[in-house]
């Protein structure tokens, strides 16, 4: 169990990490597939870490395929201490989501930004080999790359590719909770 409080620094953070300390406005970022859990699971997430004092951010909007993350969405990620990745069955299908994600395990790797996976409805398993719903929306996205007739387009679609590909395999191998129907 990972308990965070508002004076609590990282595991492992010194002097020379302290200015991205000061840098931390939310205790906990939270990414996921708005049209599956925003209403229900999320929701009620996000509700019981406010009631517990965790200062934590929930982006309102949904976002349409294929846009650039928010700038603010960037520097909520980068001013959490810890993130909460709750993977539902179409998180994939969500280039923002997978964009989202990427951003969120290279704060992990470079100020040690604690992440916790949530699997609601899903394998750990499906994740990290990119089967099932998570196959799919690969699938598609690598149609759409190959549909594109812009080739500087198409070289960032599949460098992007990989970059998610690689993160969902990353997180699913984190330790985390499955949620089956919560």
Same mark, same amino acid.
């Given at each position: 169990? #990972?308990?965070?409080?508002? &004076?609590?620094?990282?595991?492992?953070?010194?002097? =020379? =990490? @302290?200015? &991205?300390?000061?840098? &931390?406005?939310?205790?906990?970022?939270?990414?996921?597939?708005?049209?599956?859990?925003?209403?229900?699971?999320?929701d009620?997430?996000?509700?019981?870490?406010?009631d517990?004092?965790?200062?934590?951010?929930?982006?309102?909007?949904?976002?349409?395929?294929?846009?650039?993350?928010?700038?603010?969405?960037?520097?909520?990620?980068? @001013?959490?201490?810890?993130?909460?990745?709750?993977? =539902?069955?179409?998180?994939?299908?969500?280039? /923002?989501?997978?964009? +989202?994600?990427?951003?969120?395990?290279?704060?992990?790797?470079?100020?040690?930004?604690?992440?916790?996976?949530?699997?609601?409805? #899903? +394998?750990?398993?499906?994740?990290?080999?990119?089967? @099932?719903?998570?196959?799919?929306?690969?699938?598609? &996205?690598? +149609?759409?790359?190959?549909?594109?007739?812009?080739?500087?387009?198409?070289?960032? /679609?599949?460098?992007?590719?990989?970059? /998610? +590909?690689?993160?969902?395999?990353?997180?699913?191998?984190?330790?985390?909770? #499955?949620?089956?129907?919560?």
């Amino acid at each position: 169990m #990972v308990v965070l409080t508002e &004076h609590e620094s990282l595991p492992g953070s010194s002097s =020379s =990490s @302290s200015t &991205h300390d000061l840098n &931390h406005r939310y205790d906990v970022f939270l990414s996921f597939r708005g049209a599956d859990t925003r209403n229900g699971f999320t929701d009620h997430l996000y509700n019981t870490l406010l009631d517990a004092r965790i200062n934590t951010f929930l982006d309102d909007e949904e976002i349409e395929t294929g846009e650039p993350l928010k700038p603010e969405l960037e520097s909520a990620i980068k @001013s959490s201490r810890s993130s909460i990745i709750v993977l =539902s069955k179409n998180y994939a299908s969500s280039t /923002w989501c997978l964009d +989202e994600l990427v951003l969120i395990l290279e704060q992990q790797r470079s100020f040690n930004q604690i992440v916790i996976p949530i699997f609601y409805d #899903v +394998e750990p398993t499906d994740v990290r080999k990119q089967q @099932s719903s998570f196959g799919e929306a690969m699938s598609k &996205h690598k +149609e759409r790359m190959e549909a594109e007739t812009n080739a500087e387009k198409r070289s960032e /679609w599949g460098r992007k590719m990989g970059l /998610w +590909e690689r993160a969902l395999t990353q997180v699913a191998d984190l330790k985390g909770q #499955v949620a089956n129907g919560r």
